[in-house]
């Protein structure tokens, strides 16, 4: 596979796609409004069904980023919880980690308690580790 373009962010939405595209202009204009707020433009987008009949949208960027800008812009743009999770502990294992595996998947594994190893790993990944902070 050729070099993951790091212009694009990666979004699960968990709403059931027919919901979703009543919805798709409004979500479109709070996205570009959040991103604008960090000096980026949508050029381009493109939405999916994922396998359980939801929606995967792909928002390419004017820019390229880096792999922690990339994990908490996806988190503020409305990525899956437990996915944003999952991003944030591969930032702990560098660019190149998070870069292959911020894929859209349909199989979740759930991080429950609080003192999960991601949990941890995304505390490592963001930086620092004091809560709330």
Not at 13 to 39: G, N, Q, S, V
Not at 43 to 63: C, I, M, N, T
Request: hydrophobic fraction near 45%; aromatic fraction near 12%.
């Amino acid at each position: 596979m050729s070099k993951q373009r790091r212009n694009v962010l990666k979004i699960d939405i968990d709403l059931p796609w027919e919901l979703f595209w009543r919805l798709k202009a409004e979500w479109l204009y709070t996205r570009a409004t959040i991103l604008e707020a960090y000096d980026l433009r949508i050029k381009e987008y493109a939405f999916s069904r994922s396998p359980s009949g939801k929606v995967h949208a792909y928002l390419v960027l004017d820019r390229e980023l880096g792999a922690k800008e990339i994990a908490k812009l996806q988190f503020l743009c409305g990525d899956d919880h437990a996915r944003a999770l999952f991003n944030f502990a591969r930032l702990a294992f560098g660019e190149r980690v998070f870069h292959a595996f911020n894929i859209l998947f349909s199989k979740k594994t759930k991080a429950e308690e609080l003192r999960d190893p991601v949990v941890e790993l995304a505390l490592k990944g963001l930086g620092g580790g004091e809560e709330g902070g």
